[in-house]
């Protein structure tokens, strides 16, 4: 049933927490997240590594979930947009993309968060270009992309990193 | 980001008219919403479908007996093995003819490229995986047809038995042939627009169940939890034995508007009594699911020397694919808005839908009322430009008026903002920016549309909602509308908080459940906010009757001496809260809930001839201004600005209208520019994500939107809707601001490089 390639065991932080796995070898992180770890909130678009759906950060580095495999990433740290809030309380770039409307059917809205986390995270100048240029891998139907672009911008101008 | 904001009167609403944050989104932000794949349940088996891999063959034989040794697999179903196989066929086609089914699986023969042919269940995704190629389908392969002009001409191959038309609209008013004869000015043009896909990030998913009562439970993402009647024919079944949820979606566009995974479920749940999942993949979906219809569209338009409109003759030929959907009915609305936002007293209109063996055409967000904006926006620059008047001139000149009948007949009976909206792109576009180079033209678009809202008058349109206090004083709303992203959901607690005088927070609302939430038909034709909003609102007022009657019954005050307030009933002795208010009602026998249904207005079927008084509800008016660069070398075209206005009557949300229009104007640049899906002789090419290329981020311009309202519409609180007008004009502006640059006018979608560069050597401005 694992295509001949045995299951793997995979021990991920996963916001903070360590989750162990077995999962067959080809499973990829996407996958492993939401069938081992229960992570739904990560989100798999197209599983061939184009919409950014799937995006999470791996030591702290944005990688699309679909296109990595979870025993790739065995031993590191992963967040997903689930561990920005403070209970109930939004982190300040989720406030932002709150307050400007920008998670419309908020499929998207998992990864984009977790790229847009990176870039706030860097240090970079963060003017609209840049934040269109940092987002250009994650794919939004609904919002037309201004709304996410006016929010990471608002959350960087008051020194968001999250 | 600036937003123009002009209204006839001041806002007199709390909370309704009020930019408020959506309830759905702080969830959703929190990564804590469950979509419709998030739902898993212990014991579950999966189901996969065997499509077909070429576009037109008859099939000789099937078998399934290597699958079935596949360990896990639990079942594979062909055709015979569907109750009822046939779907019935639910759209407008010619007369006398009666129109083919659609087959849940195909049986003997199959029409276009990834038509289901078996479907596999098992107990992991894996054991599909190793099935699938061992289902062993043996086709014939029979011609193919894949143009829809050709498939018109005698001789072909046919698709269907008894000919390729699926169906056609006329429209003939006045005299068109004398208006033409004598007009100083006749102007000709040809347009045609591609296939396209809606891809929403979410895929076709859904999850099945059978609960105590016998019911098959579908929980899927789908803009319509109606089709549970349709999926109780499938399988044999009352309709009180199926039922379907729609939790908040992640995206639909009119491609979860026809049944997806559904059926499918649903008989998988039922041949082996466990929990069932289905998700399409991304090629799947691309390859398979219903499109957008291409068109193409051959207009001749005359006009009296000052660019007066005297008449229209247009020939429009769409492509249907291989079965019916609401192809028959997308033709309607692409013949009813083919002469755009103007009045025109003599206009021919003929229109055909064909059948071919490539990917069916279905709904798709402005649902026919966005194909010929390329044409008719067109058209009008071309007259006013042989008229030797300034286009924005002439498009006010010949704006719609209240009182003008289109020109299939109904008069127009709201307010038509159209030259408000253009005046308002037109200030905010802004000052042209520099060209980056030498080689680089600049140019400025400008593009109008008119796009119906609501079903059409025959359908008997409804929606129903249900609106109630708990003791502690919250409330409740109950409507069964499908929340595709677009913030149905919110818009209607939005409702209830404004006329209950209560917080948002304190309103909440059940949703999308065929049996346990008041019916409120598609979340489609931009009815949910009018229809289901409409409901909402007149429960919510009998409520609000039946608290302040309850407050009479005990304190002896005359209602008229109550009213509701913040936090209860205004008395003269004071305000009672609401939790005693409802105590009150419940002490003197009144009830504290109202369901209440919204009938839209009603009318006749159409005939072939369209000539009626009354075929939708009411039109959203709208205008686009945009700036592009076009590279003269590339033939690249890149939007720099962005600016669209449409008249909203009244905006319930600005934050949301606001984020409907940016998000169809993205959608509509994708078409303009880039999308498309592509067919070699029925067998569609376009299979994976990576070649359907949508915009990015870094693609989009700056988007600015004006809201107008003219406090006319028809929806609650005199709103219109604003679901799909937006992504109408956004083709034609484009092209508009193409010919600015160059000095040519692309006709063709998508405006490739080719198309592009053609253009510049046309205009010889390079
Ligand atoms: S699901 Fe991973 S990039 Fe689309
Ligand atoms: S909010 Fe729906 S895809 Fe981005």
């Given amino acids: ?162 | 980001m600036t937003e123009t904001l002009s209204s006839r009167t001041a806002s007199t609403t709390r909370v309704v008219n009020q930019a408020v944050p959506r309830r759905d989104s702080h969830e959703k932000l929190r990564g804590r919403t469950r979509y419709a794949g998030d739902v898993d349940i212990a014991g579950q088996l999966h189901a996969r479908l065997v499509r077909s891999p070429v576009p037109s063959a008859r099939i000789v034989a099937r078998d399934a007996s290597a699958a079935l040794q596949v360990p896990g697999v639990v079942a594979v179903l062909f055709g015979e093995d569907v109750p009822n196989n046939e779907i019935p066929t639910n759209t407008a086609g010619i007369k006398g003819r009666p129109l083919p089914p659609s087959w849940v699986l195909a049986v003997e023969r199959v029409r276009y490229h990834g038509e289901p042919v078996a479907l596999i269940v098992a107990e992991s995704p894996r054991a599909l995986a190793a099935a699938e190629a061992l289902v062993e389908v043996e086709y014939d392969v029979l011609p193919v047809v894949s143009d829809p002009e050709r498939a018109l001409e005698p001789g072909s191959p046919e698709v269907h038995e008894g000919g390729n038309l699926l169906s056609q609209w006329r429209i003939d008013r006045g005299d068109v042939d004398r208006a033409f004869a004598e007009a100083p000015i006749v102007v000709e043009g040809s347009y045609e627009a591609q296939v396209v896909d809606h891809a929403y990030l979410e895929l076709e998913t859904g999850i099945g169940w059978l609960d105590d009562e016998g019911v098959i439970n579908i929980k899927a993402s789908t803009q319509e939890i109606e089709h549970y009647r349709r999926i109780a024919h499938i399988v044999g079944l009352p309709d009180s034995k199926v039922r379907v949820q729609a939790p908040y979606l992640g995206g639909g566009f009119g491609g979860k508007e026809d049944m997806t995974v559904e059926p499918y479920i649903a008989l998988a749940v039922q041949r082996t009594g466990r929990p069932v999942k289905m998700v399409w993949s991304r090629q799947e979906s691309l390859t398979a699911r219903a499109k957008r219809h291409p068109v193409r569209m051959r207009y001749r338009t005359a006009a009296a020397a000052d660019g007066t409109l005297l008449a229209h003759d247009i020939e429009i030929v769409s492509d249907a694919g291989a079965y019916p959907l609401l192809s028959g009915f997308v033709l309607l609305y692409i013949t009813l808005n083919a002469a755009g936002p103007y009045r025109c007293d003599n206009v021919r209109v003929h229109s055909r839908a064909a059948y071919t063996n490539n990917t069916p055409g279905s709904a798709f967000r402005g649902f026919g009322g966005m194909q010929p904006v390329l044409a008719y926006e067109a058209q009008i620059d071309r007259v006013a430009d042989a008229a030797g008047r300034d286009r924005v001139e002439v498009r006010k000149a010949n704006a719609f008026v209240v009182g003008d009948r289109i020109p299939a007949g109904q008069r127009i009976e709201t307010a038509v903002w159209l030259p408000q909206c253009i005046d308002a792109v037109l200030e905010a576009i802004g000052p042209r920016p520099e060209p980056s180079s030498p080689e680089h033209r600049v140019g400025l678009g400008l593009a109008c549309n008119v796009q119906p809202y609501g079903r059409v008058a025959w359908m008997n349109d409804s929606a129903s909602a249900w609106v109630g206090c708990e003791r502690d004083g919250g409330v409740v709303v109950r409507c069964g509308v499908p929340d595709v992203g677009g913030g149905q959901v919110s818009s209607l607690a939005q409702i209830a908080a404004e006329v209950l005088h209560v917080p948002m927070d304190s309103v909440t609302v059940h949703f999308g459940d065929s049996a346990r939430t008041p019916l409120a038909g598609r979340t489609t034709a931009t009815r949910q906010l009018y229809m289901s909003g409409n409901a909402v609102l007149s429960a919510a007022e009998e409520l609000r009757g039946q608290l302040l009657e309850g407050v009479a019954q005990v304190t002896g005050q005359p209602v008229s001496e109550l009213t509701l307030t913040e936090g209860g009933v205004l008395t003269p002795g004071g305000v009672v809260p609401l939790a005693e208010v409802v105590a009150m009602c419940l002490a003197s026998g009144v009830a504290i809930n109202a369901m209440r249904t919204y009938f839209a207005p009603t009318g006749e079927p159409v005939t072939e001839l369209v000539d009626s008084e009354r075929i939708v509800p009411d039109f959203t008016f709208g205008a686009h201004a945009a700036y592009v660069e076009v590279d003269t070398r590339t033939g690249q075209v890149r939007p720099l600005r962005y600016v669209a206005a449409h008249d909203v009557g009244r905006a319930i949300n600005p934050l949301s209208v606001r984020g409907q229009i940016q998000g169809a104007v993205v959608q509509g640049i994708g078409y303009a520019l880039t999308e498309r899906i592509v067919y070699d002789e029925g067998v569609n090419l376009t299979g994976a994500f990576y070649q359907y290329a949508i915009p990015t981020a870094a693609d989009c311009p700056e988007i600015e939107v004006a809201i107008l309202e003219s406090g006319e519409g028809v929806g609650p609180f005199h709103a219109r809707g604003i679901g799909e007008p937006p992504i109408g004009p956004c083709a034609a502006t484009l092209a508009s601001a193409v010919e600015d640059a160059v000095g040519a006018r692309p006709a063709t979608l998508p405006m490739l490089a080719e198309t592009v560069l053609a253009c510049v050597d046309q205009g010889g401005r390079a």
Wanted: proline share 2%; aromatic share 4%.
């Fill in chain 1, 1 to 162: 049933m694992t295509g001949g390639m045995g299951t793997a065991e995979t021990t991920i932080t996963l916001n903070g927490a360590k989750v162990t796995g077995q999962a067959p070898a080809d499973t990829t992180l996407v996958r492993w997240l939401r069938e081992q770890a229960h992570a739904y909130e990560v989100k798999e678009g197209c599983n061939e590594g184009t919409c950014g759906t799937c995006t999470v950060l791996v030591d702290g580095r944005a990688a699309t979930g679909c296109t990595t495999l979870a025993v790739q990433v065995d031993g590191a740290t992963v967040e997903t947009s689930a561990s920005l809030a403070d209970g109930e309380e939004l982190s300040p770039l989720q406030a932002k993309i709150w307050e400007n409307g920008a998670a419309q059917c908020g499929f998207c809205t998992q990864g984009m968060l977790m790229s847009a986390v990176e870039l706030l995270r860097s240090g970079v100048e963060v003017t609209p270009a840049v934040v269109r240029e940092h987002l250009h891998g994650n794919l939004c139907r609904c919002t037309g992309y201004q709304a996410i672009v006016d929010a990471v911008v608002d959350a960087a101008a008051e020194g968001a990193t999250r």
